[in-house]
C-alpha cells in the first residue's frame, strides 16, 4: 500500500500554505494526499467558538474547503480527508505514522526570517518516526524552480545519514533538481581526537581531505541509485547549522536528520535541526534516523 503525503490543517494561512505543498509534492511522487484536521473540543471555549455540534461542522467545513482547493489545483490527485478528536500532537503522531511524509505550517515569520515553531510543531518533530516537513506561510511555489537545489546535512558515516540522504535525493529526482551535500567540520578538541582518528586523517592527506572522503563515501550509493540527480558535494569548516544556513538561499528545501532518541528529559529536535527550523527562509525537512 502506497504511504500518502499527509498535511495538517486547521484553516490558518500557515497550514494552507502546507497543504499546498503538500498537494504539489504528492503528484510529483505520484502519491495520495490525506488531509487531517486534529482538534480538541474544550468546553470552556464554548462560550466564544459554540457548542461542541458547532466546532464540528467547522472542522467538516475546514477539511472539506481544503479538499477542494487541491481538487481544483490538482484534479487527477487522490485526495482524502479525516478528523482526529483528541491531544493534537499524539493525533498528528499517529497520522505522521501512517505517512511518507507529514507536512506542517509553522506559525510564520518574524524580523528575522524564519520559523515561529509551536509548541505543537516542536514535539510532533521531536518524537513522529517519519519525515516532517514545516512549510510557513506566504511559501512562494516559484522558488521550487529556477535552479533551487534541495540541500542537505550530511554527518557522520554513510549509515547514520542514509535515511537523510535518501530522503534528499527521492525529492531531488521528483523534482529534477540537484542536491548540495553539506559536511560541516571544525577542529577537535586536543585530548579527544584520537592517535586512530589522527592517522585516518593522515592517510587522507589532512582533516578536510578526509571530510571530503566520508562525504563522498556517503554519497555513493544514492548517486548511484539516482544517476540522473546532479549533486554539489559541499565540505566547509564550521558549525553545522551555521554553514547549512549560509547556503539556504540556495534551496527550495532544507533537509536536516534528526536522532530518533529519547534522552532523559524526553525526544529532542537536536541543535542542528532546531537553529536550521527558526532561521532558514524555505521549507524544511526533519529526517529521524536511528
Same mark, same amino acid.
Given at each position: 500500500?502506497?504511504?500518502?503525503?499527509?498535511?495538517?490543517?486547521?484553516?490558518?494561512?500557515?497550514? #494552507? %500554505?502546507? #497543504? +499546498?505543498?503538500? @498537494? /504539489?509534492? +504528492?503528484? /510529483?511522487?505520484?502519491?495520495?494526499?490525506?488531509?487531517?484536521?486534529?482538534?480538541?473540543?474544550?468546553?470552556?471555549?464554548?462560550?466564544? $467558538?459554540?457548542?461542541?455540534? =458547532?466546532?464540528?461542522?467547522?472542522?467538516?467545513? =475546514?477539511?472539506?474547503?481544503?479538499?477542494? =482547493?487541491?481538487?481544483?489545483?490538482?484534479?487527477?490527485?487522490?485526495?482524502? =480527508?479525516?478528523?482526529?478528536? *483528541?491531544?493534537?500532537?499524539?493525533a498528528l503522531l499517529a497520522a505522521a505514522g501512517d !505517512?511518507?511524509? &507529514?507536512?506542517?505550517?509553522?506559525?510564520?515569520?518574524?524580523?528575522?526570517?524564519?520559523?515561529?515553531?509551536?509548541?505543537? @510543531?516542536?514535539?510532533?518533530?521531536?518524537?513522529?518516526?517519519?519525515?516532517?516537513?514545516?512549510?510557513?506561510?506566504?511559501?512562494?511555489? @516559484? $522558488?521550487?524552480?529556477?535552479?533551487?537545489?534541495?540541500?542537505?546535512?550530511?554527518?557522520?558515516? $554513510?549509515?547514520?545519514?542514509?535515511?537523510?540522504?535518501?530522503?534528499?535525493?527521492?525529492?531531488? !529526482? %521528483?523534482?529534477?533538481?540537484?542536491?548540495? !551535500?553539506?559536511?560541516?567540520?571544525?577542529?577537535?578538541?586536543?585530548?579527544?581526537?584520537?592517535?586512530?582518528?589522527? $592517522?585516518?586523517?593522515?592517510e587522507a592527506g589532512g582533516l578536510e581531505p578526509y571530510?571530503?572522503? +566520508?562525504? *563522498?563515501? +556517503? &554519497?555513493?550509493?544514492?548517486?548511484?541509485?539516482?544517476?540522473?540527480?546532479?549533486?554539489?558535494?559541499?565540505?566547509?569548516?564550521?558549525?553545522?547549522?551555521?554553514?547549512?544556513?549560509?547556503?539556504?538561499? /540556495?534551496?527550495?528545501?532544507?533537509?536536516?536528520?534528526?536522532? %530518533?532518541?529519547?534522552?532523559?528529559? @524526553?525526544?529532542?529536535?537536536?541543535?542542528? !535541526?532546531?537553529?536550521? &527550523?527558526?532561521?532558514? *527562509?524555505?521549507?524544511?525537512?526533519?529526517?529521524?534516523?536511528?
Amino acid at each position: 500500500m502506497t504511504r500518502p503525503i499527509t498535511a495538517g490543517v486547521d484553516g490558518s494561512e500557515e497550514s #494552507l %500554505a502546507a #497543504l +499546498a505543498w503538500a @498537494g /504539489r509534492e +504528492a503528484v /510529483r511522487r505520484g502519491t495520495p494526499l490525506h488531509i487531517v484536521h486534529a482538534w480538541r473540543f474544550r468546553p470552556e471555549d464554548a462560550a466564544g $467558538a459554540g457548542d461542541r455540534g =458547532t466546532q464540528e461542522g467547522w472542522v467538516r467545513d =475546514t477539511l472539506a474547503e481544503a479538499a477542494r =482547493t487541491v481538487t481544483e489545483r490538482h484534479p487527477h490527485l487522490e485526495v482524502s =480527508t479525516e478528523d482526529r478528536e *483528541g491531544d493534537t500532537v499524539g493525533a498528528l503522531l499517529a497520522a505522521a505514522g501512517d !505517512a511518507e511524509t &507529514l507536512v506542517l505550517g509553522s506559525r510564520g515569520h518574524g524580523p528575522v526570517v524564519g520559523f515561529l515553531l509551536g509548541s505543537v @510543531g516542536q514535539q510532533v518533530i521531536a518524537e513522529a518516526t517519519r519525515p516532517v516537513v514545516l512549510v510557513r506561510a506566504g511559501d512562494d511555489p @516559484g $522558488a521550487e524552480a529556477g535552479g533551487r537545489e534541495i540541500v542537505v546535512g550530511q554527518q557522520g558515516d $554513510a549509515r547514520d545519514s542514509a535515511d537523510t540522504l535518501g530522503f534528499a535525493f527521492a525529492t531531488a !529526482a %521528483a523534482r529534477g533538481a540537484t542536491v548540495r !551535500a553539506v559536511r560541516a567540520w571544525t577542529l577537535p578538541p586536543v585530548f579527544s581526537y584520537s592517535p586512530a582518528s589522527m $592517522a585516518l586523517a593522515d592517510e587522507a592527506g589532512g582533516l578536510e581531505p578526509y571530510e571530503e572522503k +566520508a562525504l *563522498g563515501e +556517503a &554519497l555513493a550509493p544514492w548517486r548511484e541509485r539516482y544517476p540522473d540527480v546532479p549533486v554539489v558535494e559541499h565540505v566547509e569548516m564550521g558549525s553545522a547549522g551555521q554553514v547549512l544556513l549560509s547556503v539556504a538561499g /540556495r534551496a527550495q528545501l532544507m533537509v536536516v536528520g534528526r536522532r %530518533a532518541r529519547r534522552t532523559a528529559v @524526553g525526544a529532542r529536535i537536536g541543535s542542528v !535541526a532546531h537553529g536550521v &527550523l527558526h532561521h532558514a *527562509g524555505c521549507p524544511v525537512a526533519v529526517v529521524p534516523h536511528t
